[in-house]
């Protein structure tokens, strides 16, 4: 069992020896029944105190993945699978009842207030640098502003609100604007998703979404599944919820199956989300192949899945694989779409596509939280889509934002210092980079400030710690020529950094974990 | 397949709202059900301008992501508004929502546990207990006396229930249209204060004043930000905008800011550019004065019917603004068994059961004056009084 210990880094020694031996035993490269080392033996090994390796073990046990034995050490437990129609909330009487001890849980996750839980301090900065003209962002996920269909958009809502139309204006229902609703059906319909008005809910952004799932389906101590990295919003509200996060890393064909296997056979999650096309903040496209396996296993331990599906319309080359809603045959995929990505985000419009059942406690959940989606934007967007607007603007960003991500590329090729190296995705609005060894995000952050250009540091994305050395960058919102000069100066920067480490010899440490000021 | 919903969705219940909604559009019926301002009163070509002139000043900023709290400049002229009616702030102050339903969910989701007490004027507004509810509170009544709040029986209240919110809406309440007098006001804040309290101080109707003059609000008084004050360009510009907005003290204000990213990142940058060209370059004072005129009419016209009707067996209030009158009938009478009857004549009504937290029977009903049209006041009341055979 090898374990490396990273002590440059925030996280506490015993956190980072729990989730490694979590990831050998989800792997399976600690099979059930395998005994891990004695406390002592291991803190020997590995230069700790024993407290810590006492701590990284009691944290194993409260995931249900190790167990102690008098007289035989501790031993990895095998996976205990539930049926079908088992109820999560006598989990506790049922393995009392099947002989094995009750499990001690982390209390202490769950008893802090939900507003305690609340913090998400990288996008609020994001959202915050919005206007700081003099700097180049390649942090908010934004389209560009220059493509905006301003002229159609002012026309539009000057034919909604003629006088007399003052319906555009009054409450409506939770559930949406009934011709919006039936537009977006039809719309994916032709996208191969089976769906009609009915089983549409508007939401104010595909965040709305994702709280709205959350406040339905979550509770403290629930477990969810999702790809590491993935959508820091999505992290930040499952986070909040208290809920456990299981996370499955991902590999060049999406969603590493394996390992979530091995977690569905361990736990019980309320749902896996995943972000199967373009993702953010790595680009990579889940493969057709793991798309079935994905719904395959969703099907077998029935489990739902929470499909985001934000960027599959913005393809640079072949149009991408079916989505895991149109492949589901069973109703297991609850998907969530959105305006923002493919036309702009100010209006804060997205939908929700789900079974009938989970939309009408969706659609509830939502009355109470702020009784319906703005019926004037719904109205406009609605005459906007109407007009086969929506499709022509489509055309045109997918070949600017083509040009756009060829532009990045290109200028990383030209200026990208050794040891610097990224991805290029077929789609959608990031390249996922990893620093040269030993540069942190966090460091080249304040760096790149002093030169006037912003990403998001990779971290954000991860629920463990990870992603230090990764960095995200949005070629969506600015020109080429902006584009171009951004990377320059990126790369300025990271070339500095090394100079300075050579000269200096030490690595720079992290002075601020609230990356964005 | 069978989903498995966290515990709280069975505290999320299907409102009379909603049913409502649905009523309201069947053009025969005449409804006093709806919370709903008179369309034909909406400054329809003022807003109609004012998105002419920001999404024509070729800026494509208007359609970008915008900051949590909201757009700055809106947020310095609500503040300005504010302070012209006492209450102190500061654009940091202010923060938007996409109208005050959303206020009162964050503020729930950043106040309440399951289990936590709510302290409430009892009837409420029903959108209100249902958000509470969806967070499992518990619910107490704020006690009152013949004189109004009993400020004695509130500190017992208090420390009896331990409530981690007071819920009040003090001028033209919904349901009942009633309004707290100062002295009401200073004693709750008096109260609260003492034993650390937050109050949030739902306003949504305030400028819709048809006689006296302005009360001010509790947050006013307040000096240690224990009042979250509730605004909302509802009622004065339009509901389907859905724009609102929180005043409280600046360190809630950031709690707010991230409750609300994880929510809905931030409301509608266009709508906010609108309401701020609109607040800018139009009268709204002018306009709320039409709205008034118009609803003190409906109300003066709603009172002479329900005294030519119902002046036998029932009695009513008599609000000075706002938009519903709270009609009690005789003990008899259940105004939630009477209601489908009612419909068949075809007018509607909210029961009164729907507005307080323990939903006994109740004999009283919510009637809105704002909505229907003078001719359907007359023939509303009327056919009321004909269905209830008083």
Same mark, same amino acid.
């Given at each position: 069992?090898k374990l490396h210990?990273?002590?440059?880094?925030?996280?506490?020694?015993y956190l980072?020896?729990r989730?490694?031996i979590?990831?050998?035993i989800?792997?399976?490269?600690l099979p059930?029944g395998?005994?891990?080392?004695?406390?002592r033996k291991?803190a020997?090994?590995?230069?700790?105190?024993r407290?810590?390796?006492v701590?990284?073990?009691?944290?194993l046990?409260?995931d249900?993945l190790?167990?102690?034995?008098?007289?035989?050490?501790?031993?990895?437990?095998?996976p205990?699978?539930?049926g079908?129609?088992h109820?999560?909330?006598t989990n506790a009487?049922d393995?009392?009842a099947?002989?094995?001890p009750v499990?001690?849980?982390?209390?202490?996750n769950f008893?802090?207030? &939900?507003?305690?839980?609340?913090?998400?301090?990288?996008?609020?900065s994001?959202l915050?640098e919005?206007g700081?003209e003099d700097?180049i962002s390649f942090?908010?996920g934004?389209?560009a502003?220059?493509y905006?269909?301003?002229q159609?958009f002012?026309?539009?809502?000057?034919?909604v609100?003629?006088?007399?139309?003052? &319906?555009?204006?009054?409450?409506?229902?939770?559930i949406g604007?009934?011709?919006?609703?039936?537009?977006?059906?039809?719309?994916?319909?032709q996208?191969?998703i089976?769906?009609?008005?009915?089983?549409?809910?508007?939401?104010s952004?595909?965040? &709305?979404?994702l709280d709205l799932?959350?406040?339905?389906?979550l509770?403290?101590g629930d477990y969810?599944v999702?790809?590491?990295?993935?959508?820091l919003?999505?992290?930040?509200?499952f986070?909040a919820?208290?809920?456990?996060?299981?996370?499955v890393?991902?590999?060049?064909e999406?969603?590493?199956?394996d390992v979530?296997?091995?977690?569905l056979a361990?736990?019980r999650p309320?749902?896996?989300y995943?972000l199967?096309?373009?993702q953010?903040p790595?680009g990579i496209t889940t493969?057709?192949a793991r798309?079935?396996?994905?719904?395959?296993?969703?099907?077998?331990y029935?489990?739902?899945?929470v499909?985001?599906?934000?960027?599959?319309e913005?393809?640079?080359?072949?149009?991408p694989?079916p989505s895991?809603k149109?492949l589901?045959?069973?109703?297991h995929?609850?998907y969530?779409?959105?305006f923002?990505?493919?036309?702009?985000?100010g209006?804060?419009l997205?939908?929700c596509v789900?079974?009938t059942?989970?939309l009408?406690?969706l659609s509830?959940a939502?009355?109470?939280?702020?009784?319906?989606t703005?019926?004037t934007?719904?109205w406009v967007?609605?005459?906007f889509?109407?007009?086969?607007l929506l499709d022509?603007?489509l055309l045109i960003?997918?070949?600017?934002?083509?040009c756009?991500r060829?532009a990045?590329v290109?200028?990383?090729?030209?200026f990208?210092p &050794?040891?610097?190296?990224w991805?290029?995705p077929?789609?959608?609005?990031y390249?996922?980079c990893?620093?040269?060894?030993?540069m942190k995000?966090a460091?080249l952050?304040t760096?790149?400030?002093?030169?006037?250009?912003?990403?998001v540091p990779g971290?954000?994305?991860y629920v463990n710690?990870?992603?230090?050395?990764?960095i995200?960058l949005?070629f969506?919102r600015?020109?080429?020529?902006t584009?171009?000069?951004?990377?320059?100066r990126?790369?300025?920067?990271?070339t500095?950094?090394?100079?300075q480490?050579?000269t200096?010899?030490t690595?720079?440490?992290?002075?601020?974990?609230e990356?964005?000021v | 397949?069978q989903?498995?919903y966290?515990?709280?969705v069975?505290h999320?219940e299907?409102?009379?709202?909603?049913?409502l909604l649905k009523?309201?559009?069947?053009p025969h019926?005449i409804?006093?059900?709806?919370?709903l301002p008179a369309?034909?009163?909406f400054?329809?070509?003022?807003?109609?301008?004012?998105y002419?002139?920001v999404?024509g000043a070729g800026?494509?900023?208007v359609l970008?992501?915008?900051?949590?709290?909201?757009?700055l400049?809106l947020?310095?002229?609500i #503040?300005?508004q504010m302070?012209s009616k006492?209450?102190p702030?500061?654009?940091?102050?202010i923060f938007?929502t996409?109208?005050?339903?959303q206020?009162?969910d964050l503020?729930?989701?950043?106040?309440?546990?399951p289990?936590?007490?709510v302290?409430?004027?009892?009837? #409420?507004?029903l959108g209100a207990i249902?958000?509470?509810?969806s967070?499992q509170?518990?619910?107490a009544?704020?006690p009152t006396n013949a004189a109004?709040?009993?400020?004695?029986a509130?500190?017992v209240s208090i420390?009896l229930n331990r409530?981690k919110?007071?819920?009040l809406a003090?001028?033209?309440?919904n349901?009942?249209?009633?309004?707290?007098?100062?002295e009401?006001?200073?004693a709750?804040?008096?109260v609260?204060?003492?034993y650390?309290?937050?109050?949030i101080?739902?306003?949504?109707y305030?400028e819709?004043r048809?006689?006296?003059s302005?009360?001010?609000?509790?947050?006013?008084?307040?000096?240690?930000?224990?009042?979250?004050?509730l605004?909302?360009?509802s009622?004065t510009l339009?509901?389907?905008?859905?724009?609102g907005w929180?005043?409280a003290?600046?360190s809630l204000?950031?709690?707010l800011?991230?409750?609300k990213q994880?929510?809905?990142l931030?409301?509608s940058t266009?709508l906010?550019?609108?309401?701020?060209?609109?607040?800018?370059?139009?009268?709204a004072?002018?306009?709320?004065e039409t709205?008034?005129?118009?609803?003190k009419?409906?109300?003066?016209?709603m009172?002479?019917?329900?005294?030519?009707?119902f002046?036998?067996?029932?009695?009513w209030t008599?609000?000075?603004?706002?938009?519903?009158?709270w009609l009690?009938?005789?003990?008899?009478y259940d105004?939630?068994?009477l209601?489908?009857?009612?419909l068949t004549?075809?007018?509607a009504?909210?029961?009164?059961?729907h507005?307080?937290?323990?939903?006994?029977?109740c004999? #009283?009903?919510?009637l809105n004056?704002?909505?229907?049209?003078?001719?359907?006041i007359q023939?509303?009341?009327?056919?009321?009084?004909?269905?209830?055979?008083?």
């Amino acid at each position: 069992m090898k374990l490396h210990i990273d002590r440059s880094g925030k996280t506490p020694l015993y956190l980072q020896i729990r989730s490694q031996i979590r990831q050998l035993i989800l792997a399976n490269d600690l099979p059930p029944g395998f005994r891990l080392p004695p406390e002592r033996k291991l803190a020997t090994t590995l230069g700790v105190n024993r407290s810590t390796v006492v701590n990284a073990y009691h944290e194993l046990v409260a995931d249900g993945l190790i167990q102690p034995h008098v007289g035989k050490g501790t031993i990895v437990s095998p996976p205990q699978p539930v049926g079908p129609s088992h109820d999560r909330f006598t989990n506790a009487n049922d393995s009392e009842a099947l002989g094995a001890p009750v499990q001690p849980i982390s209390w202490q996750n769950f008893y802090t207030r &939900q507003s305690e839980r609340l913090h998400n301090p990288v996008l609020a900065s994001i959202l915050d640098e919005i206007g700081e003209e003099d700097q180049i962002s390649f942090a908010l996920g934004s389209p560009a502003g220059e493509y905006y269909p301003l002229q159609e958009f002012s026309q539009i809502s000057q034919e909604v609100m003629r006088p007399g139309n003052w &319906q555009a204006f009054e409450y409506g229902p939770t559930i949406g604007h009934y011709p919006l609703r039936q537009y977006i059906a039809d719309w994916l319909s032709q996208r191969g998703i089976r769906t009609q008005a009915q089983t549409i809910l508007i939401t104010s952004g595909s965040q &709305q979404g994702l709280d709205l799932l959350t406040k339905v389906f979550l509770e403290p101590g629930d477990y969810i599944v999702m790809e590491e990295p993935s959508f820091l919003g999505a992290i930040g509200v499952f986070k909040a919820s208290g809920a456990h996060i299981l996370t499955v890393p991902l590999d060049q064909e999406g969603l590493r199956i394996d390992v979530l296997e091995q977690i569905l056979a361990r736990h019980r999650p309320k749902f896996i989300y995943t972000l199967p096309t373009f993702q953010n903040p790595s680009g990579i496209t889940t493969s057709l192949a793991r798309r079935q396996q994905l719904l395959k296993l969703a099907y077998q331990y029935h489990v739902p899945i929470v499909e985001d599906d934000p960027y599959s319309e913005l393809f640079y080359g072949n149009q991408p694989f079916p989505s895991l809603k149109s492949l589901d045959e069973y109703g297991h995929v609850i998907y969530l779409g959105t305006f923002s990505k493919i036309l702009f985000p100010g209006l804060r419009l997205g939908w929700c596509v789900a079974p009938t059942p989970v939309l009408e406690q969706l659609s509830l959940a939502k009355q109470h939280v702020d009784l319906h989606t703005s019926t004037t934007a719904q109205w406009v967007m609605t005459e906007f889509c109407k007009r086969g607007l929506l499709d022509e603007h489509l055309l045109i960003v997918r070949k600017q934002y083509k040009c756009q991500r060829d532009a990045m590329v290109y200028a990383l090729k030209e200026f990208a210092p &050794q040891g610097l190296s990224w991805t290029v995705p077929e789609g959608g609005y990031y390249l996922w980079c990893e620093l040269p060894p030993g540069m942190k995000a966090a460091a080249l952050l304040t760096k790149a400030a002093e030169k006037k250009v912003t990403f998001v540091p990779g971290n954000a994305f991860y629920v463990n710690s990870g992603g230090k050395d990764r960095i995200r960058l949005c070629f969506c919102r600015h020109s080429e020529t902006t584009i171009r000069e951004g990377i320059y100066r990126l790369c300025e920067a990271i070339t500095e950094m090394l100079n300075q480490s050579q000269t200096k010899g030490t690595t720079n440490r992290p002075r601020f974990t609230e990356p964005l000021v | 397949m069978q989903h498995t919903y966290a515990k709280r969705v069975t505290h999320m219940e299907n409102s009379a709202i909603r049913e409502l909604l649905k009523l309201a559009e069947q053009p025969h019926i005449i409804s006093f059900a709806g919370g709903l301002p008179a369309p034909e009163l909406f400054p329809l070509s003022e807003i109609r301008e004012s998105y002419a002139q920001v999404l024509g000043a070729g800026d494509p900023s208007v359609l970008q992501y915008g900051t949590t709290e909201g757009y700055l400049p809106l947020r310095e002229e609500i #503040s300005d508004q504010m302070r012209s009616k006492g209450i102190p702030s500061e654009a940091d102050n202010i923060f938007l929502t996409n109208g005050s339903q959303q206020g009162l969910d964050l503020i729930a989701k950043l106040f309440l546990d399951p289990g936590d007490v709510v302290l409430l004027q009892n009837p #409420s507004y029903l959108g209100a207990i249902q958000t509470f509810r969806s967070y499992q509170a518990n619910f107490a009544t704020i006690p009152t006396n013949a004189a109004g709040i009993d400020d004695i029986a509130l500190e017992v209240s208090i420390k009896l229930n331990r409530p981690k919110l007071i819920y009040l809406a003090p001028t033209y309440q919904n349901p009942t249209g009633t309004t707290l007098t100062i002295e009401e006001r200073k004693a709750v804040l008096r109260v609260a204060s003492k034993y650390g309290v937050p109050i949030i101080e739902d306003d949504p109707y305030g400028e819709l004043r048809y006689e006296g003059s302005a009360l001010p609000a509790i947050r006013s008084f307040s000096t240690e930000d224990e009042v979250i004050y509730l605004g909302t360009f509802s009622k004065t510009l339009a509901p389907g905008l859905r724009l609102g907005w929180i005043v409280a003290g600046k360190s809630l204000i950031a709690k707010l800011v991230v409750a609300k990213q994880g929510t809905d990142l931030h409301t509608s940058t266009l709508l906010q550019r609108a309401t701020h060209y609109y607040l800018n370059h139009f009268d709204a004072n002018q306009h709320i004065e039409t709205i008034r005129q118009a609803y003190k009419v409906r109300r003066d016209l709603m009172l002479s019917e329900l005294q030519e009707n119902f002046s036998n067996q029932a009695i009513w209030t008599k609000p000075t603004g706002g938009m519903f009158i709270w009609l009690t009938l005789p003990e008899k009478y259940d105004t939630v068994n009477l209601l489908p009857s009612v419909l068949t004549g075809n007018v509607a009504y909210v029961p009164g059961a729907h507005f307080f937290t323990d939903e006994g029977s109740c004999s #009283s009903m919510r009637l809105n004056f704002s909505n229907p049209t003078p001719l359907q006041i007359q023939q509303g009341i009327k056919l009321l009084a004909t269905i209830l055979t008083l």
